[in-house]
C-alpha cells in the first residue's frame, strides 16, 4: 500500500504536468510538428489525387526513390532535371538528386517546382521581381543563366567526395553579383560538420589554431575562406564552440557565394516555424531578406 508521502509527490506531479500541458496550448507561436503535420497531409491528399504509388507506411513519400519525377508537377520540368543531369554526367560533374527528392515535402524538389517552369520557358522575370521588391537585391547584368546543383571544387579544395553544392545560381553575363540561393521547406537547421557529429572532433574552435580541424589537416580551405571574409574575428574567435560544428552547410554556401563575388539567399517558406514565426504578440527569427552587412562592402549576405 502506498504511503500518503508518496501519493503527494505522485499527485503533485500530475498536477505540474497538466498545468504544463495548458500552457502549451496558450504558447503564441505555430510548433514545427504542426506545420509538418499541415504539409504532410497536403502531399498526401497530392499524391492520391494523381494516383501515384505511395509509401505504406507513410503515404506522403512517394513509393520509391525512383519515382522522384512523380514529385515534380510539370512533366517537362522533370524531364528538364533528368536531360541536365545526364549532360553533367557526360563531363563527369555532378548534379546531385537528394536522398529525399521522392518526399513529399522535398526542399529540392519544390524548388524545381517553383523555379523549373521559369528556367525552362526562359523566363525569369516572376524571380527577379520577387527579389528586387522584396529585398532590394541588385539582379545579375546581361543574359542570365540559371543553374541548379551548382558545384565548384576549387573554392574550398575539394577534390574528392560530394563538394559543396549550392541549390540554385542565377548568374549574369560577367559572373559578378551572380545569387547563390539555398532552399528549405521543412528542414529545422543547416546541416552541422559530419567530423564532429562522428566523434572524430570535440567541437573545440579553431579559429586561432586551424590545426586543431580534420578539415583544415586534409586541405579543405574553410578556414582560410572564415579568414579572408572575417568570421574568425570578435564573437566568432572568442566562442569555445567551432562555429562550423552546427552551421557547417550555412558558412560553406555564404562563404562559398563570397569566395565567387556573388550573393547567399536563403528562401524558405515562412510557415517553417524553425526561420521565422508571426502571432499577435510580434514576429520572431528572421525577417524577410534579413541583410548582414560584412565588414568588406562589396559582399552581401541575403
Not at 517552369?117 to 541588385?138: N, S, Y
Not at 540559371?146 to 559543396?164: H, I, K, L, W
Not at 580551405?221 to 572564415?226: A, E, K, M, T
Request: glycine share 8%; with cysteine.
Amino acid at each position: 500500500m502506498l504511503d500518503k508521502k508518496f501519493c503527494r509527490v505522485i499527485m503533485g506531479k500530475k498536477s505540474v504536468t497538466d498545468s504544463s500541458r495548458r500552457k502549451a496550448q496558450t504558447w503564441p507561436y505555430k510548433r514545427q510538428a504542426q506545420f509538418e503535420r499541415e504539409l504532410r497531409e497536403a502531399a498526401k491528399k497530392w499524391f492520391v489525387s494523381h494516383s501515384d504509388s505511395v509509401s505504406i507506411k507513410y503515404p506522403y513519400i512517394l513509393a520509391e526513390y525512383n519515382d522522384w519525377p512523380q514529385n515534380i508537377i510539370l512533366s517537362e520540368v522533370a524531364d528538364y532535371i533528368q536531360a541536365e543531369r545526364d549532360k553533367r554526367q557526360k563531363v563527369k560533374s555532378g548534379f546531385p538528386l537528394h536522398k529525399y527528392i521522392h518526399h513529399g515535402l522535398s526542399s529540392q524538389a519544390m524548388l524545381f517546382n517553383l523555379v523549373g517552369p521559369l528556367i525552362k520557358r526562359d523566363d525569369l522575370q516572376p524571380l527577379q521581381q520577387a527579389l528586387e521588391q522584396a529585398c532590394g537585391l541588385v539582379w545579375p547584368v546581361g543574359k542570365i543563366t540559371a543553374s541548379f546543383e551548382y558545384e565548384d571544387r576549387q573554392v574550398f579544395n575539394e577534390d574528392s567526395g560530394q563538394p559543396t553544392s549550392i541549390d540554385l545560381v542565377i548568374t549574369g553575363e560577367t559572373g559578378d553579383g551572380a545569387l547563390y540561393i539555398e532552399s528549405k521547406l521543412v528542414e529545422k537547421e543547416f546541416g552541422g560538420c559530419s567530423v564532429f557529429a562522428d566523434g572524430d572532433c570535440e567541437g573545440q574552435n579553431a579559429a586561432s589554431n586551424h590545426a586543431l580541424c580534420y578539415l583544415h589537416h586534409i586541405g579543405r580551405q574553410y578556414w582560410q575562406r572564415l579568414d579572408e571574409f572575417g568570421f574568425t574575428q570578435g564573437v566568432f574567435k572568442d566562442s569555445p564552440v567551432c562555429l562550423l560544428a552546427g552551421y557547417y552547410q550555412f558558412f560553406r554556401e555564404v562563404l562559398f557565394a563570397l569566395a565567387r563575388g556573388g550573393h547567399f539567399v536563403l528562401l524558405y517558406d515562412e510557415r517553417n516555424p524553425a526561420f521565422y514565426r508571426s502571432s499577435s504578440v510580434g514576429q520572431r527569427g528572421l525577417t524577410l531578406c534579413d541583410r548582414i552587412e560584412l565588414d568588406t562592402p562589396t559582399y552581401n549576405l541575403v
